[in-house]
């Protein structure tokens, strides 16, 4: 199977999920969906094609796609394993062990290059019921853009009144879901695009840590004084701020644990995710894998 046969994401395919919510605002992680993995799958290697299976494996649902190469007449399989939901725990594995499999096809790969989404409060509407804020507010990505190597570099998210709330970069030849006339404008631009984009990052990085700054403090974990970390210090100095995937991660993590995100921030002395460094996103994992679930008594924590 040659490179670069999946084709990217459109921006109707991809859809955006809340992942954290306070007071100061609600952080946004971008997804597809099975259906869409079918209908790519249709497309690129024909309905039958490719076919998928699944199988249980120390109590773990696998997802297996095998694609037809129509060249050697041999089947070509992937396969991942998916993980639960609270609710319809069989369905939940299904849907996410073939979305996963897909991924190792390649379908939807760019998401993994998909920047820390934050939309400050004062852009959408935030409730709050007793201790625990929410969202009615359903966002979608209006427009997406990518370079040579299928990374993205210019996202518009817009809420359901059609309101952009959260805008990188500017979109270039390979943008999705923009009008035509609107596209060949910013082909005439692209040549300024790289510096503009570094500058609405810069803005928006900005504008989420002046959001979060003053949050509620929390009790250090296991009495240990919040500290700047080395790590913290020279944030500046290097690429910070964690991936959607690997916000997925930490945030399934900490649910399994009952860590809250604000301890982990106070125990390596940073604000918001946007300063958490490699570093200290690999130093939080391997802290979170050794605590114990919930209504644990003792434990390493992060």
Request: aromatic share 6%; with cysteine; hydrophobic share 30%.
């Amino acid at each position: 199977m040659e490179q670069g046969l999946i084709r990217l994401l459109k921006a109707e395919e991809i859809e955006c999920r809340i992942s954290v919510i306070n007071e100061k605002g609600l952080s946004l992680l971008l997804y597809k969906d099975a259906r869409v993995d079918q209908r790519i799958l249709d497309e690129t290697f024909g309905a039958f094609g490719w076919k998928r299976s699944h199988q249980c494996i120390d109590g773990n649902l696998y997802c297996t796609v095998e694609v037809l190469d129509r060249e050697s007449g041999q089947w070509i399989s992937k396969q991942d394993v998916g993980t639960t939901g609270y609710t319809e725990k069989e369905k939940t594995q299904a849907s996410d062990s073939f979305k996963r499999a897909c991924f190792n096809w390649g379908i939807g790969r760019e998401l993994y290059s998909a920047p820390f989404i934050w939309i400050p409060a004062a852009k959408t509407n935030i409730q709050k019921k007793g201790d625990k804020y929410f969202s009615n507010e359903r966002f979608s990505v209006s427009t997406i853009s990518f370079n040579d190597n299928r990374e993205i570099v210019a996202l518009e998210i817009k809420d359901s009144h059609g309101q952009t709330v959260y805008t990188l970069g500017q979109c270039g030849s390979t943008c999705q879901g923009d009008k035509p006339q609107k596209r060949n404008q910013q082909k005439t631009e692209q040549k300024n695009g790289a510096g503009q984009r570094k500058i609405q990052d810069k803005d928006s990085v900005e504008e989420q840590e002046r959001s979060l700054a003053g949050s509620q403090n929390q009790e250090p974990m296991n009495g240990q004084k919040g500290r700047r970390s080395t790590d913290s210090r020279d944030s500046s100095n290097r690429k910070s701020g964690i991936s959607g995937p690997q916000e997925i991660v930490l945030m399934a993590e900490l649910n399994r644990t009952g860590v809250t995100l604000d301890e982990v921030l106070k125990r390596y002395g940073i604000e918001d995710m946007s300063q958490m460094t490699p570093e200290i996103y690999n130093k939080s994992i391997a802290a979170l894998k050794q605590t114990k679930p919930k209504n644990r008594t003792s434990g390493s924590a992060a």
